[in-house]
Each structure stands twice: as structure tokens, then as C-alpha cells.
């Protein structure tokens, strides 16, 4: 079992930055990918961000490419997702998530299957 745990959600002016965290700790895989999602309230989650088991590989959702920035650290076993310029739009709760079937990047939802409780970001206008 791998359990990811999300950490440094917060608030946060629009305009401004935040650094998310992603541990995972128990049963560690090697290969795996990693993602982010979000969910507002009211709507499902969507996909952010993702990285391939390398790094070489990332993918991210539109209203995100520019301003968010996927990266890991294989030895800490952790995922890192820097937003930068946050929009009130932004605010969410912002889950990690594992894919441990795949060694790339992807944006589907149903290929991951490990979870962490998620962290809220809110972003003020």
C-alpha cells in the first residue's frame, strides 16, 4: 500500500505563489508516475498535472501550462507542484495521486489508483 500525503495548501492573494507537496511513504514502488488533481466545490475532479517516473515527462491541463510546474525528488520520494500567478479559479482541494502502472505522465483520472486526503487551496481575489 502507498499512501501520498498532501501538504502546503493555503491562502493565498490572487497574483501570488504557493508550493504543494506530495510524500508517499509505506510501500514504496519504483517506476511509478505521479499526478495532481483538484476538485472545487461542485464539480468533479480534474486533472492538473502529472510526471513520468523519470521526470522527463509531464503533462499538464490547459488552464494551468504556463503558470504550474510538475517536478520530483525520486530520493525523498516526493512530488512537488509550484503555482505560480493563482487565479481565485484556482481554488480548490488539491489531491495527490499515484499511477503505479505506468512509468509516463497521464492525464486520466482512472489510472491512478493510490490517493492522498488532499489539501485546500484558496486563492482571493
Known amino acids: 500500500q502507498v499512501q501520498p500525503v498532501e501538504s502546503g495548501g493555503g491562502l493565498v492573494q490572487a497574483g501570488g505563489s504557493l508550493r504543494l507537496s506530495c510524500a508517499t511513504s509505506?510501500?514504496?514502488?519504483?517506476?511509478?508516475?505521479m499526478g495532481w488533481f483538484r476538485q472545487a466545490p461542485g464539480k468533479e475532479r480534474e486533472f492538473v498535472a502529472a510526471?513520468?517516473?523519470?521526470?522527463?515527462?509531464?503533462a499538464y491541463a490547459g488552464s494551468v501550462k504556463g503558470r504550474f510546474t510538475i517536478s520530483k525528488d525520486n530520493v525523498k520520494n516526493t512530488v512537488y507542484l509550484q503555482m505560480n500567478n493563482l487565479k481565485p479559479e484556482d481554488t480548490a482541494v488539491y489531491y495527490c495521486?499515484?499511477?503505479?502502472?505506468?512509468?509516463?505522465?497521464?492525464?486520466?483520472?482512472?489510472?491512478?489508483?493510490?490517493w492522498g486526503q488532499g489539501t485546500q487551496v484558496t486563492v482571493a481575489s
Open positions: 510526471i513520468g517516473w523519470t521526470g522527463s515527462s509531464t
Open positions: 495521486a499515484v499511477d503505479s502502472s505506468r512509468y509516463y505522465a497521464s492525464s486520466n483520472i482512472e489510472h491512478y489508483d493510490y
Open positions: 509505506g510501500r514504496t514502488f519504483s517506476g511509478y508516475a
